[in-house]
Every structure is written in C-alpha cells, then in structure tokens.
C-alpha cells in the first residue's frame, strides 16, 4: 500500500478538482426526471427538430455577438470567402 499525502491548499479555480467539489449536488427528484426523460422515446422529427434548435440557436448567438460590436462585424467582412464577398464593393 502507498502512502499519498493529503493537500489542505484549495483547488485552483480553473481546475476540475474545484469544479467537481462546487458545484451543488443534484437531488434524487432531478435525477429520476432526467433518467425518465433519456428513455422516453423521442421519433426521428423530434430528434431532427433538437439538432436544428441547436444548430440555430449557435447561429442566432454568433449574429447577435456581430450585431452588438462594430469592429468584430468589419473583421467578419473582411475575413468572409470569396464566394460570400461582393464582387465590386464601394467601401
């Protein structure tokens, strides 16, 4: 058997030590309502509607990050393909 010496120093914020020990525990009611929910069956239109939520939901929050600041929306602009680019700009 080794001999492991126990830390009394606090975890770090950005380790998962210090993640794993604050965050609050779930109650026994949480987790029977999330294992009811991952076995109820879910159909393929279902299923594609999750996957496009989350699809659009990144996008709308990508939009809204550029709508919000200026410069990040002249850099996208500048950085989009040439595909996307108009061809002759008069900017």
């Known amino acids: 058997m080794t001999w492991r010496a126990i830390s009394t120093r606090p975890?770090?914020?950005g380790s998962s030590a210090h993640k794993k020990a604050n965050t609050p525990k779930e109650t026994a009611e949480e987790i029977?309502?999330?294992?009811?929910e991952a076995e109820r069956f879910k159909g393929v239109r279902e299923l594609k509607k999750i996957a496009n939520g989350k699809?659009?939901?990144a996008e709308q929050e990508l939009e809204d990050m550029i709508s919000a600041d200026p410069k990040l929306a002249e850099f996208m602009q500048l950085m989009a393909g040439a595909n996307t680019r108009p061809l002759f700009?008069?900017?």
């Open 89 to 91: 700009s008069s900017t």
């Open 11 to 13: 975890n770090s914020q």
């Open 55 to 57: 699809k659009h939901s």
């Open 32 to 36: 029977a309502a999330a294992k009811v």
